[in-house]
């Protein structure tokens, strides 16, 4: 059922009861984890608690359980209105699935949370810090005898998040609880505000918490080829964009901060503007007709990030499905019509060998996970994966910030290697 490197990972959750287990989309996290759980509850521990992402937890784990044949384990999705996670938590259940969202809602109450002892994070990175899901959960950290955080890209932002991650895993034991002391340590500021931090050595920050991360080594060799394309377009940058990069406002549209105005540069940069008026403003249709004259063929799928965007799309290819027609579209083909987070984990979308970004996505995990949908196991065609950039836009700015962060990931690993070498 599982492979070698599956099993040194789950006997080292059962060995442990501790593990930041890192894995590329489609390693097996999910079973991996499933199975050490399974394991755990024949031994120590009594009831699982699962924190997922809602769709995840909806349409994920207890399916996978049933397809694997793990018949010990009871799955209670644990989502939606009170009465229903009540009913879940309250039953036989020796694994319960909630949603991050509802967290802060489980511990409220003794009775909810009691006879959980055993603790899986899955996509832990979405575990803000600040949250009160965070602060929810690491309140009540030590009730769980064994504590597994899984992620893709542990690091994709910046190596800062490690801290939290580590946190969730061993309590402080590895960089404390502190993290302003944690950043001294580890880091050098690199701006006057002390905001910007640089890492200084990736093995000396892994060291005292190494011990604690198992990883699981890429499929995508045994996967057909895959090439991405940065597509520039030009004539993006019209006046209408200059304006509001240069006076924050532009005819009937004006950003109040920094995030505002780097969300409307993107809109701009796209065709249109949202107004202050709840109206939209058209700007120019560029990025549709590079669509509109391209030779992709279909099946396909278009991601967008805008309801402008979608909207667009509709009135460009009338015949395009959505999400909601997604059995539709894999029996008849065509285009599909998706917004990155409408296209979570499991989703599989391999009917196509094509995907389009019509802009890209700060995330680097949401694009990861939204070319994962078509470069997957049983695709068998090669994966063509174009993202539109306005030409001169801060479009530019975010591929470029993109790439970036796929360099933390690589650090991280390389690191990892050279301690197990």
């Not at 402080?172 to 200084?200: I, M, P």
């Not at 296209?343 to 019509?358: R, Y």
Request: net charge neutral; glycine share 8%.
């Amino acid at each position: 059922m599982i492979n070698s490197a599956q099993e040194a990972v789950v006997g080292h959750i059962v060995e442990t009861g501790a593990a930041l287990l890192i894995g590329p989309m489609g390693s097996g996290k999910t079973l991996t984890a499933l199975t050490a759980i399974d394991e755990c509850l024949r031994g120590h521990n009594k009831r699982f608690l699962i924190v997922a992402p809602k769709k995840v937890c909806e349409q994920v784990w207890a399916q996978e359980a049933e397809k694997w044949g793990l018949s010990r384990l009871n799955v209670a999705i644990c989502t939606g209105p009170p009465e229903a996670r009540v009913a879940g938590l309250s039953s036989s259940a020796n694994v319960c699935v909630i949603n991050f969202e509802n967290l802060a809602w489980l511990f409220s109450d003794p009775a909810q949370y009691a006879r959980f002892d055993g603790l899986c994070i899955d996509e832990v990175t979405k575990l803000k810090a600040g949250g009160k899901a965070f602060k929810s959960i690491r309140r009540h950290i030590q009730r769980f005898s064994t504590r597994v955080a899984m992620s893709g890209t542990p690091v994709s932002e910046d190596f800062t998040g490690l801290f939290y991650q580590a946190m969730l895993v061993d309590d402080g034991a590895a960089y404390g609880r502190n993290k302003q002391d944690w950043l001294e340590k580890y880091f050098r500021t690199t701006d006057y505000r002390g905001y910007q931090h640089e890492l200084v050595s990736a093995d000396a920050l892994l060291e005292p918490f190494k011990h604690n991360i198992v990883t699981l080594p890429s499929y995508s060799a045994e996967l057909p080829a895959i090439r991405e394309h940065v597509i520039t377009v030009p004539d993006c940058c019209t006046r209408e964009y200059e304006h509001l990069r240069r006076h924050m406002s532009v005819s009937g549209v004006t950003a109040a901060n920094a995030a505002v105005l780097t969300n409307k540069l993107q809109q701009a940069a796209g065709g249109f503007l949202y107004d202050d008026d709840g109206g939209t403003q058209q700007i120019h249709n560029h990025k549709l007709k590079w669509l509109a004259g391209s030779t992709l063929g279909t099946p396909a799928v278009v991601v967008y990030q805008y309801a402008e965007e979608l909207a667009r799309l509709k009135a460009l290819l009338p015949g395009a499905h959505e999400i909601k027609d997604v059995e539709e579209w894999r029996a008849g083909g065509g285009v599909l019509l998706i917004h990155p987070k409408s296209a979570g984990h499991g989703l599989d979308l391999t009917a196509a060998a094509v995907m389009v970004f019509m802009s890209p996505i700060w995330s680097r995990d949401l694009t990861r996970q939204t070319i994962a949908r078509i470069w997957r196991r049983g695709q068998r065609k090669a994966c063509e994966v174009y993202t539109l950039v306005g030409a001169g836009t801060i479009e530019e700015q975010i591929v470029a910030r993109e790439r970036g962060k796929a360099a933390y990931h690589a650090v991280l690993l390389s690191a990892l290697r050279d301690f197990r070498a």
